[in-house]
Structure formats: structure tokens, C-alpha cells
């Protein structure tokens, strides 16, 4: 993402790989695999059965940094940081969720739509603003919302085409969250969506 490093964790990839899995094998599955594709941000969401384990298991793989996804109370933080989480990323913008994830030394990654929603995750503590759902609210949109509160980091989830990074990218988004995009096709499919997703962000920041 744009800062290279918030509190020590590296962003500079530009790509979070979202793990929604119907069971914790699958979680085990797809996380592995975007680990062999090279991927060095992988976010594991509470919807996902094992979630708090998977963390646990993944946050010793050197170079790897995990994410707790779907954070929606102050005991998700607790439990994410004890697994080995060093972010916490939320569809919604909640202060009880910020706040614990600050004081929990964290970074603290909550969704925002709305100029209120933006203005509440600041003054909540928020590192990161996540603009969700991103494809549905569109990059119009992404663009009159960031004009009143500049110099912030902003990340897209929700729906991201590959065609379209270029485009966020102009429009001032930092990284993206990917979950269907990258695991849609299954497992055999994620290294060639992540080097392609990679590929494309790199062009986009160096143009």
C-alpha cells in the first residue's frame, strides 16, 4: 500500500488474499496455497469455520502476515491477537472493534462507505480505510468521498475486477482486499490470479 510499513507491518504488496471458506480444510487449503503463490498478506475472516486456529497456525510462516477478517466485537480482537493476528479488518465501521484493536497494538482496518463512516473510523483510531463494497459503490464514488479527508491509506474489498485495478488505483487506493477474485477457480487456479492481480497492481503504481 502506499506507507511501506503502519506499526511494522509491511504493505507494500498492494494485495490482501481474503479466506471465506465453508470449512477449515478449505481455509488450510486456499491459505497454502496463496503462501506457495507468494503472497505475504493473507486474511483469515471469523465467518470461516477454525478461523482463530488457521491464524495460529499460519502467523509462525516467516514472511507471512495474517489478518483477522470479519472482526465485529472487542472478544474477535482479543482472540485474533492471541492466535497471532497483527491486523483486524471489518466490513463496518465499529468503535468498540477499533478501539480494542488500537489498544491491542494492532492495525486497525475497518470498512467505510459514507463521508460519516470515514469520519467516525478516523477519529476512532482506524490505520487503514477499507471501502466496502467496493465494486457496487464504484470509483466515482470512491473519488468524492476521499476529497475531504486527505493523506489517508485506503484499501478496495468487494468485488474487484481485474480490469478495473488500474482505474482504483488512479483513484487513490493503496491495496486491495481479494477473496472470489483470487479463489473462485479453486485452488489449481490461485497462483496464476494472484501473479496476475500482482502483476497488475505493480504496472498501476508505476505508471
Do not use: C, Y
Not at 511494522?8 to 487449503?29: C, M, P, Q, W, Y
Not at 490461485?190 to 505508471?207: E, W
Amino acid at each position: 500500500m502506499s506507507k511501506e510499513s503502519i506499526n511494522g507491518v509491511d504493505f507494500s504488496s498492494g494485495l490482501i488474499a481474503i479466506i471465506r471458506s465453508k470449512s477449515t480444510n478449505e481455509g488450510r487449503e486456499f491459505a497454502q496455497a496463496f503462501v506457495d503463490a507468494g503472497v505475504d498478506l493473507i486474511e483469515f475472516t471469523t465467518t470461516t469455520p477454525g478461523a482463530f486456529d488457521l491464524i495460529e497456525e499460519f502467523s509462525g510462516i516467516k514472511n507471512v502476515q495474517i489478518a483477522l477478517g470479519t472482526a465485529m466485537s472487542k472478544q474477535d480482537v482479543e482472540n485474533g491477537k492471541k492466535a497471532g493476528a497483527k491486523i483486524v479488518i471489518s466490513p463496518h465501521t465499529s468503535e468498540e472493534v477499533i478501539k480494542a484493536t488500537k489498544s491491542a497494538g494492532l492495525i486497525s482496518v475497518p470498512g467505510v462507505a459514507t463521508p460519516t463512516e470515514i469520519a467516525d473510523a478516523l477519529s476512532f483510531g482506524a490505520d487503514i480505510l477499507k471501502f466496502f463494497p467496493a465494486s457496487s459503490l464504484g470509483i466515482g464514488f470512491l473519488k468524492s468521498v476521499r476529497d475531504p479527508f486527505p493523506g489517508n491509506t485506503w484499501m478496495a474489498t468487494g468485488g474487484i475486477a481485474l480490469a478495473d485495478v488500474d482505474g482504483w488505483v488512479k483513484a487513490g487506493i493503496s491495496g486491495f482486499g481479494l477473496g472470489g477474485p483470487l479463489t473462485s477457480g479453486g485452488v489449481s487456479e490461485i497462483t496464476n490470479r494472484v501473479n496476475d492481480f500482482q502483476k497488475a497492481i505493480l504496472q498501476s503504481k508505476n505508471s
